[in-house]
């Protein structure tokens, strides 16, 4: 096991390194500055994300920032599982391993989204990026995670309410659809059962830190003061 983490800590880093500066780029701050020509941090909330920007700024803005948000997360689990693929090939290691290797690199993104080094490290919450980066570790958890925020939202109208719950089943959907995997295929190819725990404790992660940027939600949704989702029209 160590001289198989000796030959990972390389792409790992790479993978990290790669992610954080990927996840660094705050297209919220840069698209209200194109299209507002001023600072999402100082608008609405002051949070530099996707709602925020649909409030204070607009659709044209919102839209840019959606799918820009969305498509770092993605990519950095693309170049991650190329760079680990690279690794494991040329070491012979299972295919498992490009999966840590999208987790970690995941986790990256998203505190370069949080705290951005091009932007004095202060970011957004990361819930767009969360939902690119788990589209390609595996679509079927995505399905699970974004239904309930989905149904969430749908009954409050509130998008913290509709993230929070969704961060939460991240953890729980990757363990249902990891350990369903190894019973299904339980051969000599499959992963360890340990993956299945492995990768729910690195998507844990992820959720802990979600719903620690979402404190300031969580207190306005007990008091009552969270808002309703709005949008600016220009």
């Known amino acids: 096991m160590l001289n198989v983490l000796g030959r990972l800590w390389l792409p790992a ?24 020509h001023r600072d999402i941090r100082t608008l609405g909330s002051g949070n530099a994300g996707f709602t925020n920007v649909l409030r204070s700024v607009g659709v044209k803005a919102g839209v840019f920032t959606f799918i820009f948000d ?56 990361g819930i767009l990026a969360s939902a690119g980066i788990i589209l390609l570790i595996d679509w079927r958890v995505f399905i699970v995670v974004m239904s309930v925020f989905a149904i969430c939202f749908a009954i409050k109208r509130i998008v913290s309410i509709g993230s929070i719950c969704a961060a939460v089943s991240f953890p729980i959907a990757n363990l249902v659809v990891t350990l369903c995997d190894r019973y299904a295929y339980s051969g000599s190819g499959s992963a360890p059962f340990s993956y299945a725990w492995i990768t729910t404790a690195l998507s844990a992660a992820f959720s802990v830190i979600l719903i620690y940027k979402h404190k300031a939600n969580i207190a306005r949704i007990k008091n009552g003061t969270e808002q309703a989702l709005t949008i600016k029209h220009n």
């Open 13 to 36: 880093v790479i993978s990290a390194a790669v992610s954080y500066l990927l996840g660094s780029i705050s297209f919220s701050i840069i698209f209200t500055r194109m299209f507002d």
């Open 70 to 125: 969305f498509g770092k997360g993605a990519l950095s689990i693309c170049l991650s599982k190329a760079i680990f693929g690279y690794f494991c090939s040329a070491n012979s290691l299972p295919y498992y391993f490009i999966q840590y290797g999208a987790y970690v690199a995941g986790l990256a993104c998203i505190i370069g989204h949080i705290y951005p080094l091009y932007f004095k490290f202060k970011g957004g919450k």
